[in-house]
């Protein structure tokens, strides 16, 4: 069975802050996919990062970086002195290796106050 | 260049009426897909076109649900009757040919069944 989980529903923080948004997948399949999404008020799902099962080299993109732990099924975002614009709602993703379709996490609300 | 575009952003139906969702993906984008998240829960898969032809169909709940691509670039979903379980935010994908590639998300269509 594949699944995410994204534990945290919604956090609030204050502007600068740092925020780490947790994922946690389950996939039997050895070859995979990891994906982050931020989902605006505006409502598309816009992509931040794909990462694959092979390299767990954490990636840091600006204020955004990316923790990948295959030892603890892991692939967490740190979002580093937060902003306002950074509040949205922002999902986990997961694909199997030659399978396109997504299985994604329940997503997770970010507040950013002032 | 466009985006991934829904038609249309919203819609409210009564119990038992037709509704038809529309989706235009990005130029070029042979992988269309259909996504549907319910009431904050995950987003969960629906449907996968390759041009015209469905890809894999395993998540569509039942036989009320409908979808086409015609010629291989637009598609509909048609939701035919609705029930008040089928309300939520329907979400509409492409990408380019190769597996496991990000998609580029809607901005969705929110049905509402009352």
């Known amino acids: 069975a594949q699944k995410v989980t994204q534990a945290q529903t919604e956090i609030s923080v204050v502007e600068k802050e740092d925020v780490t948004l947790d994922c946690v997948y389950e996939t039997r399949d050895t070859t995979y996919y990891l994906f982050w999404y931020k989902q605006p008020p505006s409502g598309e799902l816009v992509f931040l990062i794909r990462?694959?099962?092979?390299?767990?080299q954490n990636e840091i993109s600006g204020r955004y970086s990316w923790n990948f732990q295959k030892s603890t099924s892991s692939f967490n975002f740190t979002i580093t002195a937060s902003q306002v614009v950074d509040s949205a709602v922002y999902f986990c993703?997961?694909?199997?290796?030659?399978?396109?379709?997504?299985?994604f996490g329940s997503g997770t609300k970010l507040n950013v106050k002032p | 260049e466009a985006g991934v575009t829904q038609f249309p952003s919203h819609s409210v139906i009564e119990k038992g009426q037709t509704v038809t969702l529309r989706c235009d993906p990005i130029s070029g984008h042979d992988n269309l897909y259909w996504y549907r998240r319910v009431m904050g829960k995950e987003i969960k898969f629906l449907l996968h076109?390759?041009?015209?032809?469905?890809?894999?169909e395993s998540g569509m709940p039942n036989n009320r649900f409908l979808a086409e691509r015609t010629g291989g670039t637009y598609s509909t979903l048609k939701v035919q009757p609705a029930e008040l379980e089928d309300s939520g935010v329907y979400f509409c994908?492409?990408?380019?040919?190769?597996?496991?590639?990000?998609?580029?998300f809607g901005q969705g269509t929110r049905l509402t069944v009352v």
């Open positions: 994908a492409s990408s380019q040919g190769r597996p496991n590639t990000e998609a580029f």
């Open positions: 993703a997961l694909s199997e290796h030659n399978f396109n379709k997504f299985y």
């Open positions: 076109f390759v041009k015209e032809s469905k890809q894999d």
């Open positions: 990462r694959n099962s092979f390299d767990e």
